[in-house]
């Protein structure tokens, strides 16, 4: 038998289920590591922050090897976060890159034994500048540990590697450690959803964040009736203007609705109908939105309720417009 055809041939169940467990004991593995990291999370935790939060600078932040990757991936948490952070590879540093780092910036140092000596030399230059350095380490006692501001301990008791030779289970506590810091920053400087927006202008997320229902609802030929209008008039608009009609007061404040779901359910239970007033047939207590709501909050209060369309209302609940699913969709809004 060809590679080939051995590896298209279907596996065993003992085979499946052998990899199926192996990928439930790495799983189980990191998640006691977070966990045990979890617990003994102390007030240095908090030192760091506070540290970071005062610097008048940027946050440098540094790693070798897969450390590296953990510690790009906590600059650039940080900086989508509010936290302004760059990345620093150690040996590029110490060939040229230091002149990024100021005396006013703060540098997190992520290093698994501490003892590297690309990050000891990229340490010694960053205290000799006055930088007040954060360590996520493995070793609480390393070099760098003994020497930095603020340490975090990062240790765990092995690598889910079955060799306990690969990066794994400590770098998982190192990313998760990265995003406790940066979210705890983000507390701190009351950074919101409008803030995250304006920092992320781009793509599908941007788009979420941004897009108001103020910028897809209708509000020409809004369909609407008042508590008097026979059912009638409401199976006309119902047919056309997509299945729902807000009924309103004689203020134009939104005091219920009809959907297409509620004729059936009045078909079903009386032959005759068309002269019965939309206000024994609608929802009292209608969902609704406001304009300047996010669309996604529109989409899933939507999806919540099993609705398609909701009234829009301003103050005091007069109907301003109203916004469909399929608008939002069709905008992206999720």
């Known amino acids: 038998m060809?590679?080939?055809?051995?590896?298209?041939?279907?596996?065993?169940?003992a085979a499946?289920?052998?990899?199926?467990?192996?990928?439930?004991?790495?799983l189980r593995m990191e998640s006691d590591a977070l966990r045990a990291v979890e617990a003994r999370l102390?007030?240095?935790?908090?030192?760091?922050?506070?540290?970071?939060?005062?610097?008048?600078?940027?946050?440098?932040?540094?790693?070798?090897?897969?450390?590296?990757?953990?510690?790009?991936?906590?600059?650039?948490?940080?900086?989508?976060?509010?936290?302004?952070?760059?990345?620093?590879?150690?040996v590029e540093g110490l060939h040229g890159d230091l002149g990024i780092v100021g005396r006013d910036d703060v540098a997190i140092l992520?290093?698994?034994?501490?003892?590297?000596?690309?990050?000891?030399?990229?340490?010694?230059?960053?205290?000799?500048?006055?930088?007040?350095i954060v360590v996520l380490t493995g070793r609480p006692r390393s070099a760098l540990a003994r020497a930095a501001h603020v340490v975090i301990d990062c240790s765990v008791q092995e690598e889910a590697c079955p060799h306990d030779l690969a990066p794994t289970t400590s770098t998982t506590v190192a990313l998760a450690v990265g995003d406790a810091l940066a979210v705890a920053l983000l507390g701190l400087r009351a950074?919101?959803?409008d803030?995250?927006?304006?920092?992320?202008?781009?793509?599908?997320?941007?788009?979420q964040l941004t897009l108001r229902v103020s910028d897809v609802m209708v509000t020409d030929d809004i369909p609407s009736l008042g508590l008097a209008a026979p059912m009638r008039a409401c199976v006309v608009l119902l047919a056309e203007k997509r299945g729902t009609v807000p009924i309103v007061d004689d203020?134009?404040?939104?005091?219920?609705?009809?959907?297409?779901g509620d004729l059936t359910r009045l078909m079903e239970r009386e032959d005759h109908f068309f002269d019965?007033?939309?206000?024994?047939?609608?929802?009292?207590?209608?969902?609704?939105?406001?304009?300047?709501?996010?669309?996604?909050?529109?989409?899933?209060?939507?999806?919540?309720?099993?609705?398609?369309?909701?009234p829009v209302v301003g103050e005091g609940g007069r109907l301003l417009g109203i916004v469909h699913l399929h608008d939002l969709l069709r905008a992206n809004a999720v």
């Open 195 to 207: 803030d995250f927006a304006r920092l992320h202008p781009g793509g599908t997320l941007g788009r």
């Open 251 to 260: 203020d134009r404040n939104v005091v219920g609705v009809v959907t297409a």
């Open 2 to 13: 060809t590679t080939e055809a051995m590896v298209r041939e279907k596996p065993s169940e």
């Open 110 to 132: 992520v290093s698994k034994s501490g003892e590297s000596s690309e990050m000891t030399g990229l340490f010694q230059y960053l205290s000799r500048l006055g930088v007040r």
């Open 191 to 193: 950074f919101t959803a």
């Open 16 to 26: 499946t289920a052998r990899i199926v467990e192996e990928g439930r004991r790495v």
């Open 276 to 310: 019965i007033p939309v206000s024994r047939v609608m929802t009292r207590e209608p969902r609704v939105i406001e304009p300047d709501a996010l669309a996604a909050a529109a989409v899933y209060r939507m999806e919540t309720h099993g609705i398609m369309a909701l």
């Open 42 to 90: 102390d007030d240095t935790f908090a030192a760091a922050v506070h540290l970071i939060f005062g610097a008048g600078g940027r946050v440098i932040v540094s790693g070798i090897g897969k450390s590296g990757i953990v510690a790009r991936k906590i600059a650039a948490t940080l900086t989508s976060t509010g936290t302004p952070a760059l990345f620093l590879h150690p």
